[in-house]
């Protein structure tokens, strides 16, 4: 059985702070891979600085090309919507077998958890491991997309924030530029 982490997320853009965490996760979880589940667009959440999915997508696999173990997913964006995690993780399960899946979210989504979809299904089914975005903790980089984005938008640099390839990408396409 191949221990396979789901880390989820809008990735808008991926940034240093995502791949550090996942890695540091993969390691001290001992997950064999993680996937970096590109959540698509939620129709409900219309965020007009909230890039298409292929351009999310396009940015994390830029951004992983040349890191073992992380893998990025366009999975959930083939499932029916509203894309709820106990449906990802059942088609899953049953889309690969050979596969454990193991639930990866921040401290603050895990705060609601009960409040999700089959919440009780999912704690009786799968591991879950359960991260915080504070200094000090694993794999914590005090970096957020929010912040790249108004960087862009003030015209100042992000090199040092996200991989070479994402932020050439960026500039390349004029992302993020206007609000």
């Not at 993680?34 to 965020?47: A, E, G, I, T």
């Not at 975005?133 to 015209?155: C, L, N």
Request: proline residues 4%.
């Amino acid at each position: 059985m191949k221990r396979t982490g789901l880390f989820g997320g809008s990735f808008n853009p991926i940034h240093n702070g995502h791949i550090s965490l996942a890695l540091q996760l993969k390691e001290q979880a001992g997950l064999d891979e993680v996937w970096l589940m590109v959540s698509p667009q939620n129709p409900l959440k219309q965020s007009t600085d909230l890039l298409d999915d292929e351009q999310r997508l396009q940015m994390a696999r830029l951004a992983v090309e040349n890191v073992d173990g992380i893998v990025v997913s366009d999975y959930e964006m083939h499932l029916p919507k509203p894309s709820y995690t106990w449906n990802t993780l059942e088609a899953l399960k049953r889309d690969y077998p050979d596969n454990e899946f193991v639930l990866m979210i921040g401290g603050d989504n895990w705060q609601l958890f009960d409040k999700w979809y089959c919440a009780d299904d999912i704690k009786a089914n799968y591991e879950i491991v359960v991260y915080t975005r504070t200094p000090g903790d694993v794999g914590y980089m005090d970096i957020s997309s929010t912040d790249i984005r108004r960087r862009i938008r003030e015209g100042r640099g992000i090199r040092r924030l996200v991989p070479k390839a994402v932020a050439d990408y960026i500039k390349e396409k004029r992302l993020y530029i206007q609000r």
